[in-house]
Nanobody
Framework: QVQLVESGGGLVQPGGSLNLSCVAS????????MGWYRQAPGKQRELVAR???????DYAESVKGRFTVSRDTAKKTMYLRMNSLKAEDTAVYYC??????????WGQGTQVTVSA
């Protein structure tokens, strides 16, 4: 069982920035993929950004150019830098680690609220 702990969420004004972190309980070097998802009230959970084991990075269209995902394997940590935040970015953000196509783990989530 992999434990994932997110941090860095909070309240920010529109146009502001936040940095999210996700620390894993074990090595993340050879995982199939690791990514950030979000779920807004009344909506389905959606992919925000993902790093695959081949180095490929995917972003949701709505965050391209504003968000940057990265990871530090030595620290077993994945990051999400969020710039130019909008009200529609408000959601609970979840860290996801996928060891294989059929085996994945989730963090408990961190709330991001963008409001004036």
């Amino acid at each position: 069982q992999v434990q994932l702990v997110e941090s860095g969420g909070g309240l920010v004004q529109p146009g502001g920035s936040l940095n999210l972190s996700c620390v894993a309980s074990e090595n993340i070097f050879r995982v199939y993929a690791m990514g950030w998802y979000r779920q807004a009230p009344g909506k389905q959970r959606e992919l925000v950004a993902r790093i695959k084991n081949d180095g490929t990075i995917d972003y949701a269209e709505s965050v391209k150019g504003r968000f940057t995902v990265s990871r530090d394997t030595a620290k077993k940590t994945m990051y999400l830098r969020m710039n130019s935040l909008k009200a529609e970015d408000t959601a609970v953000y979840y860290c996801n680690l996928r060891k294989s196509v059929a085996r994945e783990f989730w963090g408990q989530g961190t709330q991001v609220t963008v409001s004036a």
